[in-house]
């Protein structure tokens, strides 16, 4: 870290081991080992069991201060949780520029090539409260905040580049009709209930992001494995004052990967931390997940080409109009010291920006420039929420803010206005130099000076009131399999409506995006295709691109193989050692997370004498957990295993989840007892080998792995 601005200047490789730690944070990282339990007021305590009482079964005494302390402070430990994204978890990390992008922005992170921003990341759920699930359907938020050397900036994003509404005011409405029923309080995390869908039914604007929500994007396999956009249009500004406009993209070097709907809800109950776990684990281990991220550079002369208009949160720009250029990369190394203090207490907020990034006039974008701080003096019980730790810069602050609850800074002298003569006019403006002239770096924050001249009105643009096209383009750029899933998630959520009205509210809307969608879902719904819903445009402008390659979550494979995969290798007694141990170490060299899972956990007496732990169970974890599967061989473990009553149900699993299963010797019985004896030939998911080929088949087991699912595999087990 450099001392003057806390940033580091070399190359990211040298981060990974030093952690790209915030100066603000170092100060109040505290460690108790070899220390005294004292009371707040630091006076040390001698007993920690008891209350003082008069005598040893006379009553509690009131001058109990330690007691009262401690009961006090617990009494108030919670704080409210977040209105929406209540669920969540965070790392630190750093963002490294590719090269200096001083052409079209003069933004700290970007302003030479290699320059290191620490960051703290923070993605969420969004309808859910604190303690809920995470693999609900639902959108995920993707929130990272850069402690420039110019201030914070905060790029508080979506794994989806759209949104459900054009304009700030009907966010309250939106978020009211997902959250749980107010009269009873259910669905907890969960969409599919009768006021979202009678809200989105009324509310065609919101098709395209639906399209989005209950396609797999809903059900991201890891936080690791999302990408994340900033959704709304911004503008880049470079030190001449001149301005282009910008969509923020971040794309997981691990690949874009989703679970599906039945492995979504079964994980839910084995392990409601799952994501948080994994992103938890991974950086434990070294495993530090990385994006790219990349911009969409394109003028206002572009933008008005465009069929949409790019002030509409309800529409992306597709790639093929404006590519996606790389500017960068983003590594997570590593975890909070503590949930609360860190991924509780950060406050993202839409508001802050760095000289050289700027907002577009996007409505919903206004609401958010307003809401972030807004929200944060309830939750953190104040206006000095930035001097949490985990919230201050490492640029410095100095202003003539004062006071407020839990003022941390105590800034000395007698002046606390501007203009003065009693500091010598300090802290001073920077002032604001002219567009088309150079800022220099030392200059503050300036507007974009963006031209206006209209009347005030509430209103819509033209160009918003056309809320189909993209939905299609979505649907139709996606695979069969992934046409599939959207339209059983569709199916799966009207099914849990109990207004037939509004299922065919839906519907009707539906069939404005693809009559192929709205006939499967009207199918699985027992009902006839109703009327189409009349648009609000009858001549929309025709849109240039109708497929997108990029939109498919088979776009983006990633590049790390198998790396952090998390692999079963069911064991017993009499289970054969030898290939058992040349797998793994073939799957560890290639950065597999392996698990010995037992009918029990503990050590297990394999076919030649040695041992072997099982360091988990079929019990406390289900096959669903994890990403491929491996049978042993040895008779009399696979008859030990064939006898459980957890193995047929482990192994039907990963199968109905399309995942890899590899069966050593005796250990393809198991797959006949589970039902799967008879494989499609096209089924390159599951693999048959003699335990004496163990290391021989590995690389073939290691690439059906890394492709992470069979989708050609739709069904469960076929039935005997
Ligand atoms: Fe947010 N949003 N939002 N939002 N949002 C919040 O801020 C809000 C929107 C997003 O990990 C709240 O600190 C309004 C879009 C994320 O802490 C709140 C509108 C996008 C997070 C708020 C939107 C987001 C939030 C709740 C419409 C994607 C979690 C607690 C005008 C681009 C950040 C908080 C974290 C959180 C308001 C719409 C992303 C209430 C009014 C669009 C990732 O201020």
């Not at 604190?130 to 900036?153: H, I, L, M, P, Q």
Request: some cysteine.
């Amino acid at each position: 870290m450099t001392e003057e601005t806390g940033t580091a200047k070399t190359g990211g490789a040298a981060l990974l081991g030093t952690n790209a730690t915030v100066a603000s944070l170092d100060r109040v990282r505290v460690d108790a080992s070899d220390q005294p339990l004292t009371t707040n007021q630091g006076v040390r305590i001698s007993d920690n069991q008891n209350t003082l009482k008069a005598g040893l079964r006379g009553p509690s005494l009131l001058e109990d201060f330690v007691l009262r302390e401690k009961i006090t402070h617990f009494d108030h430990e919670r704080i409210p949780e977040r209105v929406v994204h209540a669920r969540g978890s965070a790392a630190h990390g750093y963002f490294e520029a590719y090269d200096a992008l001083t052409k079209h922005t003069r933004a700290a992170p970007f302003a030479e090539k290699g320059k290191i921003t620490p960051v703290f990341t923070r993605f969420s759920t969004v309808a859910g409260e604190r303690g809920s699930k995470d693999t609900a359907r639902d959108a995920r938020g993707f929130a990272v905040k850069f402690y420039t050397d110019e201030g914070n900036w905060d790029l508080v994003g979506n794994n989806i580049p759209v949104f459900f509404i054009q304009d700030a005011m009907k966010f309250p409405d939106l978020v009211h009709a997902v959250k749980p029923e107010p009269h009873h309080g259910m669905p907890q995390a969960a969409s599919a209930h009768d006021t979202f869908w009678d809200f989105v039914s009324l509310m065609p604007e919101s098709t395209h992001m639906l399209m989005w929500v209950m396609s797999d994007r809903g059900i991201p396999r890891s936080y690791r494995m999302m990408q994340g956009f900033g959704v709304h249009t911004f503008r880049l500004v470079n030190d001449q004052g001149e301005s282009v406009f910008c969509k923020f993209h971040w794309k997981p070097l691990q690949g874009t990967h989703s679970l599906v709907w039945d492995e979504a809800v079964k994980i839910s109950g084995a392990d409601p931390d799952f994501h948080r776990r994994d992103l938890w684990e991974a950086i434990e281990s070294g495993e530090f997940p990385e994006w790219e991220l990349g911009l969409q550079i394109f003028t206002e002369e572009q933008a008005d080409g465009f069929s949409f208009d790019v002030l509409d949160s309800t529409k992306l720009i597709p790639e093929e109009l404006v590519p996606v250029t790389p500017v960068g990369r983003m590594v997570l190394n590593r975890n909070p010291d503590n949930f609360f203090a860190e991924t509780e207490q950060v406050a993202f907020c839409a508001a802050h920006i760095i000289p050289g990034i700027d907002f577009s006039n996007d409505p919903l974008l206004a609401g958010r420039i307003h809401s972030y701080v807004d929200t944060q003096i309830t939750r953190l019980g104040g206006p000095n929420f930035h001097e949490i730790p985990i919230n201050s810069p490492i640029a410095p602050v100095q202003n003539n803010q004062r006071d407020g609850l839990h003022r941390q800074a105590l800034p000395r002298g007698k002046v606390a206005y501007e203009p003065n003569s009693l500091a010598g006019g300090c802290p001073f403006q920077t002032g604001a130099t002219q567009a088309g002239t150079a800022q220099p770096r030392t200059n503050g924050f300036v507007s974009f000076p963006e031209a206006t001249a209209e009347d005030k009105v509430r209103g819509k643009p033209a160009k918003f009131a056309e809320h189909y096209t993209q939905a299609t383009l979505f649907f139709n750029s996606q695979s069969d399999v992934e046409k599939a899933h959207i339209a059983a998630a569709f199916r799966f959520e009207l099914s849990k409506v109990g207004v037939p009205a509004i299922r065919e509210r839906m519907l009707s809307s539906l069939v404005n995006v693809s009559q192929e969608l709205a006939a499967e879902v009207a199918a699985g719904l027992g009902m006839e295709i109703p009327d189409t819903m009349p648009k609000a445009t009858a001549n929309p402008q025709t849109p240039k691109v109708t497929v997108s390659p990029a939109l498919s979550l088979l776009a983006l494979p990633g590049e790390c193989g198998i790396r952090t995969r998390q692999i079963a290798v069911l064991v017993d007694n009499g289970v054969h050692i030898d290939s058992l141990l040349s797998l793994h170490d073939a799957l560890v060299e290639a950065g597999a997370v392996v698990h010995f899972v037992g009918p029990r956990v503990g050590m297990f007496v394999g076919d030649s004498g040695a041992g072997i732990e099982a360091n988990k169970s079929m019990e406390n974890s289900p096959g669903f957990l994890f990403d491929a599967l491996v049978l042993p061989d040895g008779s009399q473990a696979v008859k030990a295993l064939a006898g459980n009553e957890h193995t047929a149900a482990f192994i039907q699993d990963l199968f109905k989840h399309c995942k890899t299963i590899l069966a050593l010797g005796a250990g393809r019985e198991l797959l006949g007892m589970a039902g799967i004896g008879q494989v499609s030939e096209k089924d390159e998911g599951v693999l048959l080998a003699d335990s004496t080929d163990a290391a021989k088949v590995a690389p073939a087991f290691i690439d059906a792995v890394a492709a992470h699912r069979h989708l050609s595999r739709l069904t469960g087990p076929p039935t005997k």
